[in-house]
């Protein structure tokens, strides 16, 4: 049994959710630092108040996908009650984020909005390999970059185009203008309209059609037999490296301490290498006691026995999505005291730059959506992997010139340096997708799309850590250093995808 190849508008429907989702992201991205400085916070404190969106990201996605896998409901399918029930919650913190009276309020808001925008986005990407063939999902993942370039242009520029219509974009310190308010309630509406599309016109294959497809598979994934001394033994060994890993976490927590380093590295030795170590001993003592069927070991070991191409993949995406998250924290810093001279978030200069930054995230992501259906035509003529390279150098060029602009012109700054992180964008959200979904099994669809996001967020956490650590030691605390790392990142990310190993018969195939 196959899967039936959808028309244009199918894909279409099953999509326009995303412009929603990316409108609430790119509201996100280019105004939350603005946000945070308005209400007081430091620039080399930025990076960790950041750490809200990848930490929820690590935690929210492997679970609505593990769920989502395993959900069907009669009139809104497998996938779509996470979608609506993400949409809801996103829209309403939305409204709240833009009116926190304190720091404090602001950065718990941004736990909470991300958190129910990954509720409704980690099941998209699985609803893209359920419904469709191996043939058509290059050009799905492209449908899906098509939407989150317009939705991110569109919420990207609202703030000037808010400005342009009289709504004040200057206000008194401490107190968010009116610009970036009314763009987020824009937003919310936007976001929950366009869920909304998708859940009311899509459909979804039910539980005994995709355990037919499944067994349809050619090449299906397997994991071999796992009888009671393959679980003790795997026990003993996630017990093992997890006491080491939780060994290294507590000596370099303590050498953060000791040396009186900056506390943002907390969250790289504390919150995520201790934490792997817990969960890796806590996996291994339940193996060894014979609990193997409860939902938190079969993820710890189905992140064990990930696909090979998904393996490559990582260090593919842990490059991409550090040198992005860099863009997402110090571009709005970067442009306003590098070029504008200015750190003065009352002042009409700055407000200008974190405009001009507005202006620049919009151009990047139309730029993403224009060249969205032209990567599976070169990946056509040439292969995934090789488009994937071209893509993300021409990411890291632009990103880094920003560094060498002094002048912020529309051409030298608004355009050049994002026609290539435009390029690197579209890609970045396609191209690793359709690599990765003809190596998964349909059952675990959802749960390993949500592992793969592991592989965004850990690069984040990352870059949370330790870049206002470098940037203060190392740069003079001058945030347009960070965006000449994260340029070099992206070159990284773009060598290392030439080594994927990629089964590319869905673009091949059409």
Not at 2 to 9: D, N, S
Not at 99 to 104: A, D, G, R
């Amino acid at each position: 049994m196959q899967k039936r190849t959808l028309g244009f508008w199918e894909i279409w429907n099953m999509s326009f959710g995303f412009l929603g989702i990316q409108m609430g992201f790119a509201l996100q991205n280019a105004n939350v630092s603005r946000i945070f400085q308005t209400l007081g916070a430091e620039i080399e404190d930025i990076p960790i108040l950041w750490v809200a969106a990848p930490m929820t990201g690590l935690i929210v996605q492997p679970i609505i996908g593990y769920f989502s896998d395993r959900t069907w409901h009669s009139k809104l399918g497998r996938r779509r009650p996470y979608f609506l029930v993400g949409a809801i919650l996103a829209s309403l913190a939305l409204f709240v984020m833009p009116n926190s009276p304190v720091l404090w309020f602001a950065a718990g808001m941004l736990w909470i909005m991300d958190a129910s925008i990954n509720v409704s986005m980690e099941p998209f990407r699985a609803f893209v390999g359920d419904n469709l063939p191996d043939h058509q999902r290059t050009k799905g993942f492209a449908m899906q970059s098509f939407f989150i370039g317009i939705g991110a242009y569109v919420a990207s520029k609202l703030p000037l185009i808010l400005t342009y219509f009289g709504v004040a974009n200057t206000a008194p310190e401490g107190i968010i203008p009116d610009s970036v308010k009314f763009s987020f309630y824009i937003g919310g509406v936007a976001f929950l309209i366009a869920v909304l599309w998708t859940v009311i016109r899509s459909k979804e294959y039910s539980p005994e059609e995709m355990a037919q497809f499944e067994d349809a598979q050619k090449e299906g994934f397997s994991v071999g037999e796992r009888d009671e001394a393959w679980y003790s033994n795997n026990g003993t060994g996630h017990l093992q490296v997890g006491l080491i890993i939780l060994v290294i976490g507590i000596i370099a927590s303590y050498a953060v301490y000791h040396f009186d380093l900056k506390k943002d590295l907390f969250v790289l030795t504390m919150g995520l290498i201790s934490l792997f170590g817990i969960a890796l001993i806590v996996s291994g003592i339940l193996q060894r006691k014979g609990s193997i069927e409860n939902g938190f070991v079969i993820i710890m070991n189905d992140f064990q026995s990930m696909p090979q191409v998904m393996k490559q993949l990582a260090w593919v995406q842990f490059f991409s999505w550090f040198a992005l998250f860099s863009m997402w924290i110090y571009m709005t810093g970067a442009v306003t005291e590098h070029i504008y001279n200015t750190s003065d978030t009352t002042s009409e200069a700055y407000n200008l730059g974190a405009n001009q930054v507005g202006e620049m995230f919009a151009n990047y992501n139309i730029i993403a959506a224009a060249v969205a259906f032209l990567l599976p035509v070169l990946a056509k003529r040439t292969s995934r992997k090789f488009t994937h390279f071209l893509a993300l150098v021409a990411g890291g060029i632009g990103l880094a010139s920003i560094y060498f602009i002094s002048e912020p012109t529309k051409l030298n700054l608004e355009i050049l340096p994002m026609l290539g992180v435009g390029i690197a964008w579209a890609s970045i959200l396609s191209i690793p997708y359709a690599m990765l979904s003809g190596a998964l099994p349909a059952n675990k669809m959802g749960y390993f799309m949500g592992v793969f996001n592991f592989f965004i967020v850990i690069p984040q956490l990352v870059a949370a850590s330790i870049l206002g650590f470098l940037v203060g030691k190392f740069f003079n605390s001058e945030p347009v250093y960070a965006l000449l790392i994260g340029g070099v990142s992206m070159i990284i990310a773009g060598l290392l995808s030439l080594r994927v190993n990629d089964k590319e018969t869905a673009v091949k195939n059409g």
